[in-house]
């Protein structure tokens, strides 16, 4: 006997749809691992990143080149941030005293690496990473990129001490190589460099012995990692 199975065009479509769904989610999903674990291969061999700093200062000296030529221009712009996510008292650097800058943060971060040994992995906290991805949906809602959302609300509004004794934060624009290549290396980079952050608070999230635990957003404007001592 045979049996003949029909499918109706409007469940194909369902089916479809739900396809492209399930694709989707998991695609945001496995960027956010990538992130994870890229943060977790650099804290389990801080080492690893030391030929990725010397490359990055050999491209700033030849920058220097660049600019007394006048083939290139560089500037840099930071300042305090308000609770509304603007920017104030803003400080901007330009031409080879940017470079300089940039080359001294990379080589003070390269005898850190060089004396840096293996950190304890971080753990993935679902409950941290729900309030996270709130946080980055918010910021990719208004447009905006900050340590604010909405109402002002603070760090530590989002995670009440009771819960998350210490927690940290950082925010990086997801750049060509997060885009395209899905690559993380360089934003990480970026962070652990943090020219022109006199505190270097990104590079201390990212290779602290307090935390246990992480959370990432990740979206195609920017990237969230949120960092936390839990017991």
Known sequence: ?????????????????????????????????????????????????????????????????????????????????????SMTNKKTVRGIKLININIKAAEELLLILETSKPLNKLSYSKDMDSITNKHGEYLDSIKQSGHFGPNAESISDRFPYKYYPYVSENICNSGFAIKVRNDFKPAILMLLIDSRIDTRVHRKNLLSTKVTHISVYVSDRLCIQNFALLK
């Open 1 to 85: 006997m045979i049996y003949y199975s029909y499918i109706s065009p409007m469940r194909n479509l369902l089916i479809t749809l739900l396809v492209i769904i399930t694709a989707s989610t998991t695609a945001q999903t496995g960027m956010d691992s990538l992130m994870f674990n890229e943060i977790n291969n650099l804290r389990s061999d801080p080492k690893s990143y030391i030929p990725l700093v010397i490359n990055y200062i050999i491209i700033q000296k030849t920058r220097i080149n660049k600019i007394k030529k006048g083939e290139t221009k560089v500037s840099s712009t930071n300042g305090t941030m308000t609770k509304s996510n």
